[in-house]
């Protein structure tokens, strides 16, 4: 039985498909899960983070805080690396699920939501996700 949480391993998800959005150009991946959020912040303040990361993204993505809200632009590339977001894409951080959100995403395959941060590529010249889209 394995003992990660559904939280990590779409963590994980998260970092490979916003890896796939730096190898073609695309807009940093937006994080608008706080359930998630809350894994990836526990997660960058340990050792573990670069090896995490290595594994999923296969380099060291880090961290921007940076607010905006819109359009998720990331979610195709997931349903079609990973079937549809799970319920933990709309929880927040006590665990408390956003039913009407979760309906709107599965009547119309796309999610508007805001964020608060978004991964980086570690090389030092990332730009900012734009506030609103």
Do not use: N
């Not at 970092?15 to 608008?32: I, N």
């Not at 607010?67 to 006590?94: M, Q, R």
């Amino acid at each position: 039985m394995s003992t990660t949480s559904v939280e990590r391993r779409e963590l994980g998800r998260f970092l490979a498909v916003a890896k796939q959005r730096y190898d073609t150009g695309e807009s940093p991946a937006e994080m608008f899960s706080p359930a998630v959020d809350a894994e990836w912040h526990k997660l960058l303040a340990t050792p573990e983070y670069a090896t995490f990361s290595t594994e999923h993204a296969g380099i060291v993505l880090g961290h921007r805080e940076v607010k905006g809200s819109g359009p998720i632009a990331w979610v195709a590339a997931y349903k079609e690396a990973y079937g549809p977001l799970p319920e933990i894409w709309f929880t927040d951080a006590e665990g408390v699920l956003d039913e009407a959100a979760l309906a709107r995403y599965r009547d119309t395959g796309t999610v508007v939501a805001e964020w608060d941060c978004s991964p980086t590529s570690g090389d030092g010249d990332d730009e900012a996700v734009p506030a609103t889209r």
